[in-house]
């Protein structure tokens, strides 16, 4: 009997051991680099397809921390694309990407939304579109800073929905897009304490639905667009929004970018940064731009016009391991000063990453900076640049 437990016991100890090895051997093969044995998702971002969980970490100043969780799905590995072009002789298209998500964060801001991008004839059109429930919070300071002493800010919340769709077509074999874009708004704006008057706002400031049409240019040279040692991305987006098409007052937006990545040498790149945006007419005040840079809450500093020059410098410190620094100045001006009587709003920081998934270049990590008011720190995937 001894014998046979013994036995037994052997073949359960060998099975375990197996298992185990079959277990190991399953992580190391997805996630451990053969060239420097360090945990690394390329082979599994390669090899995945169909459903995939996603966590969203948010650490916006303006709405406070907050998560949620995205489920995505793609139509074929990126390694399937890759073999299938290189079969065909044809331009690697990308997998059809289709998400649903979820968020909340501390300040009772919550939302959903889904979305798909998709790619037809080898990559020549790309379409990209979705919708999303919103119920934000955010405060208000005014347009140019235009609320009385005594009132530093006013809270209030939008709540609605949202739809966005773009079509572009490639132009001819080169780097250019040209397409058309759609949006639409349907949001409540509602001031916790406090009325539109205080906000020194008019009634014309509250339009609850916007529609708008618009085209969009871009140019894009980037290496790689998870996060860039070198190459250009710049474009130009004009919306015009008119009641003809469901808008509920008549004014234009615009947008035009430019962000250049310039490799000194093999471990360091400086990046540079020129975004200007610009809202006419009769102008949703929750739509006008606002300085967008980290360190600064959105939705702080607006008015009808803002402008953005930043630049970061990137060493990689390790292969695996690169640490980063920035500078950016900003200021927001149109509707009651000029850009000369505006002050610039400038925000700096620190920041490293990790390279996840060498094979594909994405690179994850964290940005502290430091803003006019607070200091902040964002989880970033790739390039901190949209």
């Not at 890759?82 to 065909?88: K, L, V």
């Not at 991008?117 to 235009?146: E, H």
């Not at 070198?230 to 615009?254: C, K, L, W």
């Amino acid at each position: 009997m001894r014998a046979v437990a013994g036995a037994w016991i052997a073949v359960l100890l060998a099975a375990g051991a197996a298992h185990a090895a079959e277990e190991k051997s399953w992580f190391s093969d997805r996630f451990i680099d053969p060239q420097d044995g360090q945990f690394d998702a390329s082979n599994y971002l390669l090899d995945h397809k169909g459903a995939f969980p996603f966590p969203i970490i948010i650490t916006e100043p303006a709405v406070g921390y907050g998560g949620g969780l995205a489920l995505m799905w793609f139509s074929e590995s990126m390694r399937e694309a890759a073999t299938r072009a290189q079969q065909q002789g044809t331009r690697l298209t990308p997998p059809n990407i289709y998400a649903l998500a979820a968020f909340a964060t501390e300040n009772g801001t919550k939302g959903a939304a889904l979305g798909g991008r998709m790619s037809f004839k080898d990559d020549t059109w790309r379409y990209r579109g979705g919708a999303v429930l919103m119920d934000v919070n955010l405060d208000f300071y005014g347009i140019g800073g235009s609320l009385a002493p005594s009132i530093n800010k006013l809270g209030y919340n939008l709540k609605g929905y949202a739809a966005f769709n773009e079509l572009t077509r490639r132009l001819g074999e080169s780097d250019q897009w040209f397409g058309a874009r759609w949006l639409y708004l349907s949001l409540d704006a509602k001031f916790d304490i406090g009325t539109q008057e205080d906000a020194g706002l008019t009634s014309r400031d509250f339009a609850k639905k916007g529609s708008g049409l618009g085209l969009t240019y871009v140019y894009d040279s980037r290496d790689n667009i998870f996060f860039t040692k070198h190459g250009v991305e710049a474009s130009f987006d004009a919306m015009f929004y008119s009641p003809s098409i469901g808008s509920d007052t008549t004014f234009q937006a615009y947008r035009a970018h430019v962000f250049s990545y310039i490799p000194l040498n093999d471990k360091a790149t400086v990046a540079l940064r020129v975004d200007g945006r610009s809202a006419q007419g009769n102008v949703p005040f929750y739509q006008l731009p606002f300085i967008d840079m980290r360190g600064v809450p959105a939705a702080r500093y607006q008015d009808e016009n803002t402008g953005v020059l930043e630049i970061e410098g990137r060493y990689n410190v390790t292969p695996r391991w690169i640490a980063l620094a920035f500078i950016g100045a900003g200021r927001d001006w149109g509707r009651d000063a000029s850009f000369r009587d505006r002050p610039t709003v400038v925000s700096k920081g620190v920041g490293f990453r990790y390279v996840i998934a060498r094979r594909l270049g994405l690179a994850v990590g964290i940005d502290i900076a430091k803003g006019p008011e607070d200091n902040a720190f964002y989880i970033q995937m790739g390039n901190a640049w949209r």
